[in-house]
Nanobody
Framework: QVQLVESGGGLVQAGGSLRLSCAAS????????MGWFRQAPGEEREFVAA???????YYAESVKGRFTISRDDAKNTVYLQMDSLKPEDTAVYYC??????????????WGQGTQVTVSS
C-alpha cells in the first residue's frame, strides 16, 4: 500500500522559511513524478511544484524564485524548501506522486497534508 507522509509544516512569520518533507513508502518512485499542491481555506487545491523522474522541474508562477523542490530517490523522499514566505502562502500542503511514467499533472497518490501558516 502506497503511503505519502508529509512533515515540516508550522507557523512562521512573513519572510521566514520552512522545509517540507514527504516520505513515500509502499513501492519505489524512481520512475514517478513527485510534487506538492496546496489548498487554502475556501479555495480549490492548486499546483505548487513538481519534479519528474528525469529531473524536469515545474513551479507555479506564484512561488517561482522562492520555493525549491528536490528529491532523494534513494530515500523515496521529496522536499520543498520555502523561502521568503508570504501570508498568502498559508495553506495545507499536500505531497503527491504519480504512477510510473505518468504525467506530473495527474497524481495518483496523495499525502494527508501538513499545515503551513504564515503570519504578517
Amino acid at each position: 500500500q502506497v503511503q505519502l507522509v508529509e512533515s515540516g509544516g508550522g507557523l512562521v512569520q512573513a519572510g521566514g522559511s520552512l522545509r517540507l518533507s514527504c516520505a513515500a513508502s509502499g513501492r519505489t518512485f524512481g520512475h514517478s513524478a513527485m510534487g506538492w499542491f496546496r489548498q487554502a481555506p475556501g479555495e480549490e487545491r492548486e499546483f505548487v511544484a513538481a519534479m519528474t523522474w528525469t529531473g524536469a522541474i515545474y513551479y507555479a508562477e506564484s512561488v517561482k524564485g522562492r520555493f525549491t523542490i528536490s528529491r532523494d530517490d534513494a530515500k523515496n523522499t521529496v522536499y520543498l524548501q520555502m523561502d521568503s514566505l508570504k501570508p498568502e502562502d498559508t495553506a495545507v500542503y499536500y505531497c503527491a506522486a504519480t504512477s510510473p511514467g505518468a504525467s506530473w499533472r495527474t497524481p495518483d497518490y496523495w499525502g494527508q497534508g501538513t499545515q503551513v501558516t504564515v503570519s504578517s
